[in-house]
């Protein structure tokens, strides 16, 4: 149980164009899913937090208006990498948990994006 | 200021040679510390939770366990499927949004 499924595994587009990655919940509902973003060998860092039917609240230091993301059902959170530029290449995975309190979070196996 | 240190960066070991990674936090007040294995190229799975000092999990060939200041995951004759990056991650008392604070993880190897 907890599935979680990140859409694509891999990308690589070009300086000034968007990307849109997919998060699903496949066996439970998420009312909250998180966005990371890895560096090689690093750990991982907290862009923001996806709340279903509201606003994301983003960690300090993130661009809210190139990084967008949308929670529109409880199953589904997108992130969006907006006029995207080479140093915006990482490794971006999402996260969920089922919604008891401390219940540990399920992770998606990221996206590797490629900006060149 | 909540901080998760890991050590060692790196550890390489013979198969069937135990050791153990360790998990160093400072947090205010700890609501859980985490433990997942990461693979390359991967998001990471969920291992254990640990809530209060003393307590201990286990799970194949891995033993987690937690003191006031740290966590151990103690790894018993491991295998080269158990290479991979294993991370530790904590959630202070006060967090109500599920905030993790995630260390740098240990890349384990294990040779055959």
């Known amino acids: 149980g907890a599935v979680v499924s990140q859409h694509p595994s891999r990308v690589i587009c070009k300086s000034g164009t968007s990307v849109k990655i997919e998060c699903r919940s496949l066996?439970?509902?998420?009312?909250?899913m998180f966005w990371y973003r890895q560096f090689p060998k690093k750990s991982l860092m907290l862009m923001a937090t996806?709340?279903?039917?509201?606003?994301?609240?983003?960690e300090q230091g993130v661009e809210k208006d190139k990084f967008l993301i949308n929670h529109a059902s409880l199953t589904l959170s997108t992130l969006t990498v907006t006029s995207a530029h080479p140093e915006d290449s990482s490794f971006y995975i999402c996260?969920?948990?089922?919604?008891?309190?401390?219940?540990?979070?399920?992770f998606g196996n990221g996206t590797r994006l490629t900006v060149t | 200021e909540d901080q998760v240190t890991q050590s060692p960066e790196a550890l390489r070991l013979q198969e069937g040679e135990s050791s153990s990674l360790n998990c160093s936090y400072t947090?205010?007040?700890?609501?859980?510390l985490f433990w997942y294995r990461q693979d390359p190229g991967k998001g990471p799975e969920f291992l254990f939770t640990?809530?209060?000092a003393g307590e201990e999990k286990e799970k194949e060939r891995l033993k987690a366990t937690l003191t006031k200041k740290e966590s151990f995951l103690h790894i018993t004759a491991p295998k080269p499927e158990d290479s991979a990056t294993y991370l530790c991650?904590?959630?202070?008392?006060?967090?109500?949004?599920?905030?993790?604070?995630f260390g740098s993880g240990t890349r384990l190897l294990v040779r055959p």
């Open positions: 066996d439970f509902q998420a009312t909250t």
């Open positions: 996806s709340n279903e039917g509201s606003k994301a609240t983003y």
């Open positions: 947090v205010s007040g700890l609501r859980g």
């Open positions: 996260s969920a948990r089922t919604g008891r309190d401390n219940s540990p979070l399920h």
């Open positions: 640990l809530y209060s």
């Open positions: 991650a904590v959630r202070n008392l006060m967090d109500s949004s599920y905030k993790l604070i």
